[in-house]
């Protein structure tokens, strides 16, 4: 069984994180990847708090192993946060930004702190303010995030993160992105469009088949995408979606003045706790390119860590052939 640091930090068995997924109905996925041996997330923004206490319950009774619940800053609800605290997961995940002051009392309250981050800057943020897990997320990534691609930006998280486990995600659906993580000096990787097109997603149908039918470059960056998203808690917070193809994103990029902040925000709420989302935002990385089927989550954690198992196995088994030679375009190592 593939094996790594992580796993001991965070007490799972696999060196997988399902990514979490804002506002969207995900209980029966994240309980599935914890079941796995995997950490399943449950993400909290713009939900009333009542919805996530339900979700909370719900997981407990799914599943005993360790989960996360994610926070933003796009926005922050101090409420949800505290009750959070109260509620004590298995760790906090947090993106958009690194809050020094909340990683201290998720550290008091005895619980792990998972950073994602999007570029060095952030990096330095999160290893200095003590999060036990450092997730460098690329800009191929579906939902928000950075533009620095995840091949060049994970090896400079790795080279500053000291003893922090570092986690890959953006662009990584299947065993070749955790063996390529794992070569890069991650400990794991986060996966988050090919668990969109699991079983147990509780999206649209319609969704999940645009995700098994996309190329790389049907999936958008969204520049203007403040004209419609939550405003940001904090100052110098960022992040831009990425998305499918809608028409309202056509519009939003093609004519960002003729969407109106003040209607435009309201109604992307209501559609995504509506289970409409998708008519508007599918949020989609890249990685739905390497998608071509809805699977049962499990068997998805499965797969990815047993195929990188036998990638890296046959690398090594190269290496070994050739003395430690470089093959034909290739590069070898010590």
């Known amino acids: 069984m593939l094996r790594t640091h992580l796993c001991d930090v965070l007490g799972i068995e696999l060196p997988v994180i399902g990514a979490p997924y804002g506002p969207f109905e995900q209980v029966d996925l994240a309980a599935a990847v914890s079941g796995a041996g995997a950490l399943g997330s449950l993400g909290t923004a713009v939900r009333p708090l009542t919805d996530l206490r339900r979700q909370w319950a719900r997981m407990r009774e799914l599943t005993d192993r360790p989960f996360a619940v994610n926070h933003t800053l796009r926005p922050l609800n ?11 997961p298995a760790c906090i995940s947090f ?8 990683i201290e009392r998720a550290h008091d ?3 792990l702190w ?9 990096a330095e943020q999160a290893v200095r303010a003590g999060a036990d897990v450092v997730v460098a997320q690329g800009g191929e990534a579906g939902g928000q995030g950075g533009e620095v691609a995840t091949m060049v930006l994970v090896p400079q998280v790795v080279d500053i993160a000291g003893g922090t486990p570092v986690v890959a995600a953006g662009g990584i659906a299947d065993g070749r992105g955790l063996a390529a993580a794992l070569a890069l000096g991650a400990q ?3 996966i988050g469009t090919r668990l969109l ?10 969704w999940k088949d645009r995700i098994v039918r996309a190329e790389a470059r049907d999936t958008v960056k969204l520049a203007h995408s403040d004209r419609f998203m939550p405003p940001f808690s904090r100052p110098g917070a ?11 994103v056509e519009e939003a990029e093609e004519h960002p003045e003729r969407v109106r902040p003040d209607e435009a925000g309201p109604r992307l709420v209501e559609a995504m706790l509506t289970g409409r989302g998708h008519e508007f935002l599918p949020f989609t990385g890249q990685s739905a390119a390497l998608v ?8 998805i954690v499965r797969r990815i860590v047993d195929d990188a198992e036998i990638i890296l196995r046959r690398t090594a088994d190269a290496c070994t052939a050739t003395g430690g030679r470089p093959g034909p375009g290739g590069s070898a190592s010590s």
Not at 79 to 87: I, R, S, V, Y
Not at 292 to 299: I, M, T, W
């Open 78 to 88: 101090e409420e949800a946060f505290q009750a959070t605290l109260e509620e004590h």
């Open 95 to 102: 993106h958009l930004g690194v809050p020094d002051d909340l």
């Open 109 to 111: 309250a005895g619980i």
């Open 114 to 122: 998972i950073q994602q981050v999007m570029d060095v800057r952030q």
């Open 188 to 190: 794991g990787v986060a």
């Open 197 to 206: 097109a699991s079983a147990e997603m509780d999206i649209a149908e319609e």
């Open 238 to 248: 960022y992040g831009f979606p990425r998305s499918l193809r809608t028409p309202f």
């Open 292 to 299: 071509h089927d809805v699977l049962p989550a499990a068997e």
